[in-house]
């Protein structure tokens, strides 16, 4: 008997179904898609600015400073924001503010100069001062709920402010009730700088590009405190454009 080595193709053995089989999903193993890797181009045209916003306020203001009074004050602020990101955008504001402070007290904090009565019999009463300012700051903002049409945000940044030239009014009495008020002119040629300035505040996009704004400030001196440049707490309401 001779065995043959030869593999003996049967036809019919193609004719028969072939079973396919696979693996479970969950046994397979993960496939990855290959990421492209950004170029610096890339990164930098992302982060361009988006576009341009314009707003107007106008409001309250009044000092945080204990030992002086605000007698009543109004500011009106222009500002110019650029825009990254629907949450993130940089500012820079200039404010009109006019107020007017009063105190018991001179020198200190109050930042406001001594004067002597105009006789010994005289006493300190009050010091007044109508007070119009220019303040500077610039920026960083963050909006939160940025699907909606009310979009919180808050704000952070640092300043300057540039006073102008106004008169202090002192007032004193003596033992017979007769009142008398001197007067001293201020003036500042210097740029005051050392300021933080914080907001919170709300916008409602009522159109694509118009926006209502309501906000709260807070700003901080921490460099020639009192008359010259009072920490102030401020609540405007104004209108945005989009360019």
């Known amino acids: ?85 629907p949450r993130f955008c940089l500012w820079a504001e200039a404010s009109y503010f006019d107020v007017l402070l009063s105190s018991g007290v001179v020198g200190g904090e109050t930042g406001i100069p001594d004067m002597a009565p105009p006789t010994p019999d005289y006493i300190f009463i009050e010091a007044e001062a109508p007070q119009k300012s220019l303040h500077y700051a610039a920026g960083v903002q963050y909006f939160f709920n940025t699907e909606g049409k009310l979009k919180p945000f808050l704000g952070a940044g640092l300043g300057a402010v540039s006073l102008f030239t106004h008169d202090v009014l002192y007032d004193f009495r003596n033992g017979n009730d007769i009142e008398v008020t001197l007067e001293e002119e201020l003036s500042y040629r210097e740029l005051l700088t050392g300021r933080l300035s914080l907001r919170l505040g709300l916008e409602h996009e009522f159109h694509q590009n118009w ?20 920490n102030g707490l401020g609540i405007q309401v104004g209108l945005v454009r989009r360019f």
């Open 211 to 230: 926006s209502w704004l309501a906000r709260g400030n807070y700003r901080y001196q921490w460099k020639d405190k009192g008359l010259l440049s009072q």
């Open 1 to 85: 008997i001779e065995l043959s080595s030869e593999r003996i193709e049967d036809p019919s053995f193609a004719l028969l179904p072939r079973r396919k089989t696979s693996l479970p999903p969950d046994i397979l193993p993960p496939v990855h898609p290959l990421e492209k890797k950004k170029t610096l181009a890339q990164k930098l045209h992302e982060i361009r600015p988006k576009h341009l916003r314009l707003g107007l306020a106008g409001g309250w203001v009044a000092p945080a400073n204990l030992e002086v009074k605000n007698e009543g004050g109004t500011s009106a602020s222009l500002e110019a924001q650029v825009v990254f990101s």
